[in-house]
């Protein structure tokens, strides 16, 4: 079955760094574009950055975007998120899933960021 591992999260100040990681397992992971995704509490669940299957192109959230690098290394299946300069407002559950024909979702992984 497929799995998706995050980890990489933790608590922060504004301004600092943090690197998410995604191991998946399962499934092809290099046919299948991918994403990173969070939800705060009370607020659906958003598109933070998608990366295709090459990691030949990716996209971001506005409100990321400038702050943020999606990468992925198809040799090791995983996914990576970069996340610099961090806001309160980036603080929610981080979550990784194929792009299209999502798989169950994961526990994902908890980033705060303090003012």
């Known amino acids: 079955q497929v799995q998706l591992v995050e980890s990489g999260g933790g608590l922060v100040q504004s301004g600092e760094s943090l690197r998410l990681s995604c191991a998946a397992s399962g499934f092809t992971f290099s046919s299948y574009d991918m994403g990173w995704y969070r939800q705060a509490p009370g607020k659906e669940r958003e598109l933070v950055a998608a990366i295709t299957w090459s990691g030949g192109a990716t996209t971001y959230a506005d409100s990321v975007k400038g702050r943020f690098t999606i990468s992925r290394d198809n040799a090791k299946n995983t996914v990576t998120l970069q996340m610099n300069s961090l806001v309160p407002e980036d603080t929610a559950v981080y979550y990784c899933?194929?792009?299209?024909?999502?798989?169950?979702w994961g526990q994902g992984t908890q980033v705060t960021v303090s003012s």
């Open positions: 899933n194929r792009r299209h024909a999502f798989s169950n």
